[in-house]
């Protein structure tokens, strides 16, 4: 049996676990060790996070034998959930519900819930600023994780809840990059008008997660949120126009045209992008750039960010 408490990490090989799982990794004096659960213990991230050190297990969100089964033995454990992969809020709040009753059966000491605010509270159901979708949601990715809130608490887990924000890696791999135009010119595409939206490199939030186990259970209890910046669509398209050397303009467009563009999750993501554009104030104050620099030291900006993953962006 391993001395050092055991992290189980879910979505080990992902943005988010997969920052955190690397983050406990790298450091082995600490006291932490990183048990990396995922549906494929013979997949190459699987087994490149096994050469960093880890104990890689099998396990799946939606089932929650094989989540008892992982959490066993753990002192805390990283939840999060895959809205993306199935688009469906009532399993994502099943799968968090598995993930609750699979960490109070492993009798965890600290649990991690990777959530985002309920966005009824801000525009119910009854507000017509933003269209309803699924029947009863504005942003179905975050109203889901918000419902499932209750049931860490209910159960009376020892729970953080992490508050997330935008990736910046969208604009590698979420079609979120640079687009030409009919003029011919590049673009990012946001619903934002001038104001800020919280980013975050994915890396960094696992960091920040591995800053909140570090404090033992100081911020058990407590909402946290996390970014990397808040930055207009303007400056955004102003860092990528210096580290690209070639110019990227921001085309804000309505939310409305946002919804129409067609993609899987367009209308999802088009009340997102409205949402925190109209409730900005409330929206940012949420994350804190000190408190997750006071968690992650090596929090990176968007220059930075940029600086080191530009070659990685496609450019279409
Ligand atoms: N994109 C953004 O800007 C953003 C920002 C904040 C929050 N989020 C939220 O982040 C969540 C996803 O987290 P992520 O981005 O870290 O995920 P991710 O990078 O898509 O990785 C998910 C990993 O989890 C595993 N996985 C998928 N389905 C699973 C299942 N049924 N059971 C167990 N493991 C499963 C997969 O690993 P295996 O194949 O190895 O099992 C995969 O590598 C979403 O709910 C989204 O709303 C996204």
Redesign the pocket.
Known sequence: MSEKRIIAV??A??????GLARAILSDPGSGFTARA????VN?D??KGLAKLGAEVVA????DVASLKRAFQGAWGAYC??????HVSPER?VA?ATNLAHAAKHAGLQHVIW?TFEDTRKWVPLSDHRLPTLMGKYKVP?FDS?AEADHVFTDLGLPTTFLL????WD?FIY?GMGPKKGPDGKFAITLPMGDKKLPGIA?EDIGKCAYGIFKKDRGFIGKTVGVAGEHLTGAEMAAAFTRELGQEVRYNDVPPDVYRSFGFPGAADLGNMFQLKRDFQEVYVGNRKLDVARALNPSLQTFARWLAQNKGRIPLE
């Open positions: 879910v979505g090989t992902g943005a988010q676990g997969g659960l995922t549906r494929d997949s991230k699987a396990a799946n969100v939606d999060v959930t895959f809205f993306w992969a994502e799968s990777s990715h994780k997330t924000s935008f990736y969208n979420f994915a």
